[in-house]
């Protein structure tokens, strides 16, 4: 790895830390009073949303195609990961342990099921993908219904509260800098390339379906972590949860931050996530709200809020240093000027 890469890693790496601090300093301050700790829980419902909603960015924005299903994997990441940690409770684990190990049992099964799913449907683009993702959605939902581990359609309780946020925090920036870092490999080019021209792509001799299958499993192991996550911090989950509107929902999210770009996702799915609890005192006009902000972002930035753009902290720092370089250039000019 380069040294200049090392050093924009290093940057980025001391700005998560800094925002965590900031965050753990108004929490445990309790700057907000008595709202601390309703704020607090808007703030970890971002955090997994984010996650669910980068992931799908890596199939929607990135590989081009349209998925509509993503909540089955985000189910299938939550019911498995609840299943594990309850078969885990009580074995003398630590709960960090316990914790992890049920997300990736949740992110393993929904990337296996994702190449389940992958194998036949992206051979299919368009609606007719579109289509198909959301009949698997139903399928699972309709699965998930009917098997008594899962409640047999009532609520499954009784999970364990392993969510908070500090540990929702610092894993949504791990998953989010795998991604960003899939997104920019060799793999990431070559997903962009068959987006761009799938035909040319083809002919260039990229198997254009193993491509597409490994972002497909990649985009649903990540959504199983965010499913696990919200388990764990819900407790109760019913399968009725995970519908098509759910699945729709982090779409709009996806498409108002902006597709191809995964600091879209993270803006987009903070603010929309948490729209509806900024708004819950305009109860009756919280869609209204929601619509039109839709609206508004399809007319002025179909391409998303960010389009394709990505925040980059090294080169704002850079940015700051040439703008300031700059002055001290021509304040320099001045005084010669006068002399």
Known sequence: MEKKYKIS?????????????????LFETRVFGASTQYIKGICTT???????????????????????????????GAYTSAIVSSALAGKGLPDFFLFLTALMAGGAMAGIT????????????????????VAFAEIIRVCFCNFPITGGGKTMSGILKLSDFYWCYW????????????????????????????????????????????????????AGVGGGIYAHYMTAMIPTNFNFMYSAELLSEVIIGGTGSLTGSILGAAFLSSLPEM???????????????????????????????????????KKLRRQEGGKKDSRNEKTKGGV
């Open 171 to 222: 894993i949504m920036a791990a998953c989010v800098a795998v991604m960003y870092m899939y997104v920019r490999s060799r793999f990431g080019r070559t997903v962009k390339a068959i987006r761009e021209d799938y035909i040319a792509a083809a002919s260039s001799g990229i198997n254009v379906t193993y491509y597409k299958v490994m972002t497909f499993t990649v985009a649903a192991f990540f």
């Open 114 to 133: 994702g190449v389940l799913v992958g194998i036949p449907a992206l051979r299919l683009r368009g609606d007719y993908l579109a289509i198909v993702t």
């Open 9 to 25: 890693y290093l940057i980025n790496f001391l700005g998560v830390i800094a925002i965590f601090l900031l965050f753990v300093l």
């Open 46 to 76: 971002a955090c997994y949303t984010i996650i669910m909603v980068a992931s799908l960015n890596l199939v929607v924005g990135f590989m081009g195609e349209f998925s509509l299903g993503h909540a089955g994997f985000v189910s299938v």
């Open 279 to 317: 708004t819950r005192q305009f109860s009756k006009y919280r869609m209204l709200v929601y619509s039109i902000i839709l609206v508004m972002v399809m007319i002025f930035r179909p391409g998303g809020i960010f389009g394709n753009w990505e925040f980059s902290l090294t080169r704002l720092i």
